[in-house]
């Protein structure tokens, strides 16, 4: 089988000594034409995979900056229509490996097998469904494996661990490691317990571990680069977004700034 580009994103960043970098936006906010040049920037300053937020009405996993983001989005009307040929449009322009965030209502509305062909003719590379537990996935992971579209699956610091082996191996293209047993959003501090978290889970997986929720700055990538093998932050770009509305010009500049920054603090020869 072709190599995905997601495997491709992280051994680039293997042989490179450093973590892929995986910025999360939400499509839509603050309009699609504005999402389309944030990822066009996140790729060009260094984003290894970009994480695509599919807005959802009632997005369990979500903190606050997240959800009011998607509420913007669904106020203005975007549909997972207008999603795909946003990432087919991406995808016309740059490789960079592009990652459907949805919950599972809206996906299962679609239809399993559609959806698993538009967004694969469109060009994603995987999914990341966070209210789909291991045990209602079969359905789901038939028709993303028989496409081509990798189904990254989520543990959490209460995971206990045999239940951790069982989902990274049905996890394609990397394992998602929530840092926090929680909701997203940008926190102050780490926890204490995550880089002994983040090993033991490493020393099981079969695919690249990824961590996500809380991480908002250079320092943070720091601690954690040497035992993850990539790094996902959400509310911390959701915020820039925030900040610099209605300026559509600022909002891609910032976030271009930010990635750049993060991406820089994933590599070992960067000065801390
Ligand atoms: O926002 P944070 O704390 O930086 O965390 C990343 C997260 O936002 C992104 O991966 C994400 C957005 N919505 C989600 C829902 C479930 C799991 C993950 C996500």
């Known amino acids: 089988m072709k190599e995905s580009r997601i495997n491709k994103a992280f051994s680039h960043c293997q042989e490179r000594g450093e973590a892929a970098f995986i910025p999360f936006i939400t499509a839509g906010d603050p309009d699609i034409n504005t999402t389309y040049e944030i990822c066009l920037k996140m790729a060009e300053m260094g984003a290894d995979i970009i994480e695509l937020g599919m807005p959802f009405s009632d997005p369990l996993a979500d903190g606050p900056t997240i959800q009011a983001s998607s509420q913007r989005a669904l106020t203005r009307g975007i549909n997972t229509e207008m999603i795909l040929s946003l990432v087919s449009r991406l995808r016309s322009v740059t490789q960079c490996p592009i990652v459907l965030m949805g919950y599972y209502n809206p996906i299962l509305q679609y239809g399993l097998k559609q959806f698993a062909k538009d967004a694969k003719e469109a060009g994603a590379d995987g ?21 081509g579209l990798s189904n990254i699956f989520l543990v959490a610091p209460n995971t206990p661990m045999d239940r951790v082996e069982k989902i990274s191996r049905k996890s394609r293209g990397f394992l998602y490691y929530v840092s926090v047993t929680g909701i997203t959003g ?9 880089v002994d978290g983040l090993k033991k889970v490493k020393k099981v997986s079969p695919v690249p571990v990824s961590v996500g929720f809380g991480i908002s700055r250079p320092d943070q990538v720091r601690q954690l680069r040497e035992y993850a093998d990539g790094i996902i932050v959400g509310s911390a770009i959701i915020k820039i977004v925030e900040k610099n509305n209605p300026s559509k010009k600022l909002i891609v500049d910032e976030i271009g700034n930010f990635v750049k920054e993060m991406k820089k603090a994933t590599t070992n020869s960067y000065a801390s």
């Open 127 to 147: 999914t990341i469904i966070p209210d789909l537990p291991l045990e209602e996935s079969g359905q789901w992971q038939k028709e993303a494996d028989k496409i």
């Open 186 to 194: 940008a926190r102050q501090e780490l926890p204490k317990e995550l």
